[in-house]
């Protein structure tokens, strides 16, 4: 997946992190601020890392700004920073595939977005 321009996905507020994808170079970059870096700032990138390098990702420039996000949450925004800065304006995706449609499900079994 090539990084096409700079995308961003989440919030800053309890409990959550926004990603900010950018072009990289070399390599994937990852810069962390967070309340809980002393604690789990390892385990944090590592959790962007992984997800960046699972989705074919070979240069990119990740900050993640968190608020005590779990790494599921991490590995989610990172996905969704990472698809939107590979989209072309043609609305494919950075691997010529065509945009997937995305929902959430809720408890009551009905998709919303």
């Known amino acids: 997946m090539i990084i096409k321009h700079t995308a961003s ?15 990289g170079t070399e390599g994937i970059e990852v810069e ?9 700032g390892d385990q944090m990138i590592q959790a962007a890392r992984s997800m960046a390098e699972e989705m074919g990702v070979t240069a990119a420039k990740i900050k993640i700004e968190d608020k005590g996000s ?4 991490i ?11 590979a989209k072309e304006a043609d609305g494919l995706l ?20």
């Open 70 to 73: 779990l790494d599921y949450v």
């Open 32 to 40: 962390l601020q967070s309340i809980v870096k002393h604690q789990f």
């Open 75 to 85: 590995r989610a925004r990172t996905e969704t920073a990472l698809l939107r800065a």
């Open 94 to 113: 950075g691997r010529g595939e065509p945009e997937a449609v995305v929902g959430v499900l809720h408890p009551a079994g009905q998709f919303g977005g």
């Open 9 to 23: 996905a989440g919030t800053v507020t309890k409990n959550d992190c926004q990603v900010t994808v950018a072009p």
